[in-house]
C-alpha cells in the first residue's frame, strides 16, 4: 500500500509541473493588461510603461518564466498585483471559507444522496424510490444559482430565517458560520446530492442482484448486515469515484455561489483575478486548486485501493 | 516672494458660499450629530482591490478610503475645488509659486501631529508611484518652509493647477512621512480623515470606526462635498462587498444593510413601497459613451462617422442602457456645472435616418463590416451597444458586435490597428472633475483618442483643449471647453448617448446620508 501511495504522489509532480506551464503560458496568450485596468483606460502610454515596469511585466517571456520557476521552487506563487500580498498568503486566507463550506456541502452530499439512493434501492419501484427519483431529478436539473437566489428571497428577506449574505468564520461564532453557511452550502449541495441519489442508487441495485448477495440472504443473515458488510463496501467503489468528482464540482461552483452570498473564499479570489487578469494570483490560486484536485483524486484512489485490493496490483 | 491672492479669495468665497448653502444663514450652528453610536453596514458593489489611494484608480476604493483619507485640497459639493488639510493657499502672480498653510491641530490616526514634513514624504511618494502623478509634472519642486508652510515651485504656470490638484480621481492623501517609502499597494491606511482603519478582508468587507482624534473644519457648517465640517456620529461603518444587485436588495429589505450603492431599476418600484427603506437618486453618475476609432476604415472618414451620428437614436440607447435611469445630456458635462454648454447640440439625437443614408452615400460607404467593440461585465455598455448597432443596421451600415470581456475589450481599445471601430464606455469621475478633466481623454497623449499617428490629431480640437487648459480667466476656459465640445461633436471623436442615474438607498433610520460619488459616512446617524 506505502508503495502504491508513493508511486501515486511521484505521478503527480510531472502533471503540477504540466498544469503550472499551462496556466503561466495562458495568462501570456489571453488578451487583457492588468497594466491599463491599475492604471485606468484613460492613462497615457507613458503612464502605463512605468506600471508594467513596475511590475515586470515589460520584460520577455523567457525572462518572466525563469522568473516564476525560480520562485516557484523556493515555494513563492509570487505576489499579487492587486491584494499587495503574496499569493499564497491570500489563498490560505480564503482556504478555511471555501473548505468550511465545501465540507459543510460535502456532509450534506453524503448524508441525503447516500441514504436515499440505499432507501430508493431498496424500496425499488415503491413511491418512496419514485419519491427519491424525482428529488434528485430536480437536483440535478435546478440551476445553483437560481437556487441560491430563491433561497435568499424566501429563507432570507420572507421568512428571515437566515442572513441573505457575508461570512462569519467559525472561530468568531459557530452559530454566525451556521448561519451564514448554510445557503451556500445546500445550494451547492443540490446538484451533487441528486447525482449521487442516482448512482447509489443503481450501483447498490447492481450490487444486490449479485451472487455473493444471494449466498448471504440463503445463509439467513438479517438484512442490516448483509447491506451494511457485503453490500455497502462495494457500493462504496464507484461511488467514491463520484465523490471526488462531487468535490470537483464544488471548487469550480462555487465561485458563483460566494458571489450570490458574498462569501470570500477562493472561487470568488479566483473569479476577481481573472476578472483584473491578476497573472500571479490567477497562475497561484490554479496551481493551489489543480494541486488540491490531485492530492484529492489520490486520496480516492487509495481508499479504492482500500476498497478494492485488486487496484494496489494494476 | 510676491504672492497674489486671487486664489485666496476664491477660496475663501467658496468657503463662504459652501458654509451659506449648507446653514441657511450666518447664525447657524455647526452640524451635531444628533445622536452618536451604532454600525453602518453599506453595501458596495465593486471590490476594493487596496486601500492605497495613490496607486490605485478604481471607484472601490475611492468609496472606502475618502472616508480615512484627507488631501490638502479637494471638491465640494458641486466639485469646485475647496481647501480640506490647508488652510489656506496663496498663487503668486506670475503662477510660479503656491503656499499652502496647513490647519492647525491636525493628527494623522496613529496620533502623531501632521507637519509639512508629512506632506513632503507625501508628494515624494505620489511623485514616484503614484498613478496621477502627471499632474506633478509642472511641478519644478516641494519644500516645507516651517512645520505648516509647505510651497510648491511651478515649471511653468498652469492656470487650472489647483483644479487637477484637487483632484479626487487619485487623490494626493496626506500620509505619515514614515509610511511614504511604501511600495506601490502597500500603504499603510493611516490618514487624518473621520473614521479611522481597522480591518480589510478582500471581497468581503472594509471596517473603519471613529477616530477620535479627528480634527473638524471649522471654516464650515456642514459637510460639503468630500470637504466641510466633517465628523463621525456612528461608531463604525462596515464597507461589505455584496456584488450580486439581488443580494444588495435583499440585504436592504431584511435591514442586515443599512445602505447600499446601485440599487437595480427593477427593484425600485418594490422598493419605494416599502416604507423602511429610502431610495437617494444620484443623477448623472456617468456619460455613457462610445469612442470611434479614426485610423482604419470605415470610421476613418468624417462622413461616415456622421451618419452614424445622424442615425442614432439616443432615448433607445439610453433606455436599453439603463434600464430607464438616464436623463439625455449633450456633451461631456451636466447641467449646474461650471463647463456645461450645449455647444454642438445640433449634432446631438438626431434621429434622422434619410440624413444618414445620404452622409453614407457621400461617404462612399460600400458595406464595409463596421466592429462595436463592448463586454457583458458592464451590461449597460453591452445593451448601448446591442441598441446602436440596430440603429445602424436600419440605415444600412454591416455593424457587428465584439463581445468580450473588460480587461480584453480595454486592451484592445488600446490598438488602432486591430479590428474594432467603435469602443463601448463610461466617463464618470472625470467628468464630475471639470473641463479638462472631461475632455482630456480626447485628447493625445491619452488613450481615447485614436488618430494614426499624434500628428494627424484633430489641431482645431488640441488648440481649444490646450485653451482650456491655459485660459487665463474661467470665463476664457468655459468659451474654450465649449469650442472644444462643439469640435469633438462636429468631428465625431466620441457619442455621447446620455447620463446615467445611479440609486443608492438606506435603511429609513439612517438619516442625513445625501448621495454623492462616493458613500460619505461623516455626519450620518441613526434615528431612534
Known amino acids: ?314 | 516672494m510676491k504672492l497674489g491672492s486671487h486664489w485666496r479669495i476664491r477660496l475663501l468665497l467658496a468657503s463662504a458660499a459652501a458654509t451659506a448653502l449648507v446653514a441657511g444663514d450666518a447664525s447657524a450652528q455647526q452640524f451635531a450629530c444628533p445622536k452618536k453610536g451604532g454600525e453602518i453596514v453599506f453595501a458596495q458593489e465593486a471590490k476594493v482591490n487596496s486601500l492605497d489611494q495613490h496607486t490605485s484608480s478604481t471607484i472601490s476604493t475611492r468609496n472606502v478610503a475618502m472616508n480615512m483619507f484627507e488631501s490638502l485640497m479637494t471638491r465640494d459639493e458641486n466639485f469646485n475645488p475647496m481647501p480640506e488639510l490647508a488652510a489656506s493657499v496663496e498663487e503668486s502672480k506670475d503662477g510660479m509659486t503656491y503656499v499652502f498653510k496647513l490647519r492647525d491641530g491636525i493628527k494623522f490616526h496613529n496620533g502623531k501631529p501632521m507637519t509639512t514634513a508629512d506632506v513632503v514624504a507625501t508628494f515624494d511618494r505620489y511623485k514616484k508611484v503614484g498613478i496621477d502623478r502627471g499632474i506633478l509634472d509642472v511641478v519644478e519642486s516641494w519644500e516645507a518652509k516651517d512645520a505648516s508652510t509647505f510651497i510648491l515651485h511651478m515649471k511653468v504656470a498652469q492656470p487650472t493647477f489647483l483644479e487637477n490638484f484637487s483632484s479626487f480621481s487619485i487623490p494626493i492623501v496626506i500620509v505619515p512621512a514614515e509610511n511614504a517609502k511604501a511600495e506601490p499597494m502597500q500603504l499603510a491606511t493611516v490618514g487624518t480623515g473621520p473614521f479611522q482603519f481597522v480591518e480589510f478582508v478582500a471581497d468581503s468587507h472594509v471596517k473603519m470606526k471613529r477616530y477620535d482624534g479627528y480634527n473638524a473644519d471649522t471654516r464650515y457648517k456642514e459637510i460639503d462635498g468630500f470637504g466641510g465640517y466633517k465628523q463621525a456620529c456612528v461608531d463604525s461603518v462596515n464597507f461589505r462587498i455584496v456584488t450580486e444587485p439581488g443580494a444588495r436588495v435583499a440585504g436592504l429589505e431584511t435591514g442586515e444593510l443599512h445602505g447600499a450603492e446601485d440599487v437595480p431599476t427593477k427593484s425600485q418600484e418594490r422598493l419605494k413601497q416599502n416604507k423602511d427603506i429610502v431610495l437617494k437618486p444620484l443623477k448623472n453618475f456617468w456619460i455613457q459613451i462610445a469612442t470611434p476609432n479614426v485610423s482604419i476604415p470605415p470610421t476613418d472618414n468624417l462622413k461616415f462617422r456622421q451618419a452614424v451620428q445622424a442615425a442614432m437614436d439616443m432615448d433607445e440607447v439610453m433606455e436599453a442602457a439603463t434600464d430607464g435611469a438616464y436623463q439625455l445630456n449633450i456633451g461631456f458635462q451636466y447641467p449646474g456645472q461650471n463647463f456645461y454648454t450645449e455647444a454642438g447640440k445640433e449634432t446631438y439625437n438626431q434621429k434622422n435616418a434619410a440624413k444618414a443614408k445620404t452622409l453614407l452615400a457621400e461617404s462612399g460607404y460600400k458595406g464595409e463590416e463596421m466592429i462595436l467593440l463592448t463586454n457583458r461585465d458592464y451590461t449597460n455598455m453591452y445593451n448601448a451597444a446591442l441598441v446602436m448597432s440596430e440603429q445602424l443596421k436600419a440605415v444600412g451600415i454591416n455593424a457587428k458586435l465584439l463581445v468580450i470581456d473588460w480587461p480584453a475589450s480595454v486592451q484592445m481599445q488600446q490598438n488602432t490597428n486591430t479590428g474594432w471601430n467603435w469602443f463601448f464606455t463610461g466617463y464618470g469621475t472625470n467628468t464630475a472633475l471639470g473641463g479638462v478633466a472631461a475632455l482630456r481623454f480626447h485628447a493625445p497623449p491619452f488613450n481615447t483618442y485614436k488618430p494614426k499617428t499624434p500628428e494627424d490629431a484633430d489641431k482645431e480640437f488640441i488648440a481649444a483643449f490646450r485653451a482650456i487648459e491655459n485660459g487665463k480667466t474661467l470665463d476664457e476656459r468655459k468659451a474654450a471647453f465649449a469650442k472644444a465640445q462643439a469640435r469633438v461633436l462636429d468631428q465625431v471623436l466620441a457619442l455621447p448617448f446620455g447620463s446615467l442615474t445611479k440609486v443608492q438607498a438606506v435603511r429609513a433610520n439612517v438619516q442625513n446620508f445625501k448621495p454623492f460619488r462616493i458613500p460619505r459616512m461623516s455626519n450620518v446617524y441613526f434615528s431612534g
Open chain 1, 1 to 314: 500500500m506505502g508503495r502504491y501511495i508513493l508511486n501515486r504522489l511521484i505521478q503527480a509532480i510531472p502533471v503540477i509541473f504540466l498544469v503550472s506551464l499551462i496556466s503561466f503560458c495562458i495568462m501570456q496568450l489571453v488578451p487583457g493588461d492588468p497594466a491599463i485596468l491599475i492604471a485606468g483606460p484613460s492613462a497615457t502610454p507613458a503612464e502605463l510603461d512605468n506600471v508594467r515596469r513596475n511590475l515586470g511585466l515589460d520584460q520577455p517571456f523567457y525572462v518572466q518564466l525563469t522568473r516564476y520557476y525560480t520562485n516557484l521552487l523556493q515555494g513563492d506563487l509570487g505576489r499579487s498585483l492587486f491584494l499587495g500580498k503574496p499569493v499564497l498568503d491570500a489563498t490560505i486566507e480564503r482556504l478555511p471559507v471555501s473548505m468550511s463550506i465545501a465540507l459543510y456541502s460535502m456532509v450534506l452530499t453524503l448524508l441525503l444522496g447516500l441514504l436515499s439512493g440505499l432507501v430508493a434501492a431498496m424500496r425499488q419501484n415503491t413511491w418512496v424510490d419514485q419519491a427519491v427519483m424525482l428529488f434528485a431529478l430536480l437536483g440535478v436539473s435546478m440551476p445553483n444559482f437560481w437556487l441560491g437566489l430563491m433561497m435568499i428571497v424566501l429563507l432570507g428577506v420572507h421568512w428571515g430565517w437566515l442572513p441573505t449574505g457575508g461570512y462569519i468564520p467559525y472561530t468568531t461564532s459557530f452559530y454566525g458560520w451556521l448561519a451564514t453557511t448554510t445557503m451556500p452550502a445546500v445550494s451547492l449541495a443540490m446538484l451533487n446530492t441528486g447525482l449521487l441519489a442516482r448512482i447509489t442508487r443503481s450501483t447498490m441495485l447492481e450490487v444486490l442482484r449479485q451472487d455473493y448477495i444471494r449466498t448471504a440472504k440463503a445463509k439467513g443473515l438479517p438484512g442490516w448486515m448483509i447491506i451494511g458488510k457485503h453490500a455497502l463496501k462495494n457500493v462504496m467503489i464507484p461511488v467514491m469515484t463520484v465523490i471526488g468528482i462531487i468535490f470537483s464540482l464544488l471548487l469550480s461552483g462555487s465561485l458563483v455561489i460566494e458571489s450570490i452570498f458574498s462569501v470570500p473564499g477562493i472561487g470568488s479570489l479566483l473569479g476577481s483575478a481573472i476578472l483584473r487578469r491578476d497573472y500571479p494570483m490567477i497562475q497561484g490560486g490554479l496551481l493551489f486548486v489543480a494541486t488540491s484536485l490531485m492530492l484529492l483524486n489520490i486520496t480516492v484512489d487509495i481508499l479504492y485501493a482500500y476498497f478494492d485490493p485488486r487496484v494496489r496490483y494494476d
